[in-house]
């Protein structure tokens, strides 16, 4: 299976500035089938990404997705006071799928 | 609006079992796949299973295989898990998720329930 390795494991900001948040694969994800979520305390995940670069419904355009093969990237760039929440990339070009371990953004 | 609501979490012994249940709405509930997911109090997001949108495939985690199976009720819009020889490792909230794309097993999930709890403890 593919194992997804999430850095840094916490990100501490201020509201405004730009969050980068890498996922790395240990293998390459196919067709980029690559997805982002953010969970917030006692709430369910939320897609953000997905196919690597592209947003889901509703989602605001201050959060875009990049990358390919092992290497993929999901940046805020200006953080608002609702994003501060922990954020999990996921694979599901293989089976079984499967999620990283998360990068929590705390406010700084 | 799309809603999915599980229920059947509880307090259960291990090596007992237990059925999870998931009622959809909002969306035409046999044209999408639907996926469970679970999290361990505190920890990451872990996939368990995935039914088509005809229920002819299932697909289940290594860690629950032969354990737990999958089914769904298209005429009730009903996601469900049966889970049997619960382990102390089986403790977490389990989320149903539906499938983000019509007639496709696997890509990601759009749409997530509030998730039941369900722990394993004599």
């Known amino acids: 299976e593919i194992v997804l390795t999430q850095s840094p494991g916490t990100l501490s900001l201020s509201p405004g500035e730009r969050a980068t948040l890498s996922c790395r694969a240990s293998?390459?994800?196919?067709?980029?089938?690559l997805a982002w979520y953010q969970q917030k305390p006692g709430q369910a995940p939320r897609l953000l990404i997905y196919?690597?670069?592209s947003r889901a419904t509703g989602i605001p355009d201050r959060f875009s997705g990049s990358g390919s093969g092992t290497d993929f990237t999901l940046t805020i760039s200006r953080l608002e006071p609702e994003d501060f929440a922990v954020y999990y990339c996921?694979?599901?070009?293989?089976?079984?799928?499967?999620f990283g371990p998360g990068t929590k953004v705390d406010i700084k | 609006e799309v809603q999915l609501v599980e229920s059947g979490g509880v307090v259960v012994q291990p090596g007992g079992s237990l059925r999870l249940s998931c009622a959809a709405s909002?969306?035409?509930?046999?044209?999408?796949?639907m996926h469970w997911v679970r999290q361990a109090p505190g920890k990451g997001l872990e996939w368990v299973s995935l039914?088509?949108?005809?229920?002819?495939?299932?697909y289940y985690a290594d860690s629950v295989k032969g354990r737990f199976t999958i089914s769904r009720d298209n005429s009730k819009n009903s996601l469900y898990l049966q889970m049997n020889s619960l382990r102390a490792e089986d403790t977490a909230l389990y989320y149903c998720?539906?499938?983000?794309?019509?007639?496709?097993?696997?890509?990601?999930?759009?749409?997530w329930g509030q998730g039941t709890l369900v722990t394993v403890s004599s």
């Open positions: 998720a539906k499938e983000g794309l019509a007639y496709r097993s696997g890509s990601y999930e759009d749409y």
């Open positions: 909002g969306f035409t509930f046999d044209d999408y796949a």
């Open positions: 039914i088509s949108w005809d229920g002819g495939s299932t």
């Open positions: 293998q390459s994800v196919s067709s980029s089938y």
């Open positions: 196919g690597a670069s």
């Open positions: 996921q694979q599901y070009g293989s089976s079984p799928p499967t």
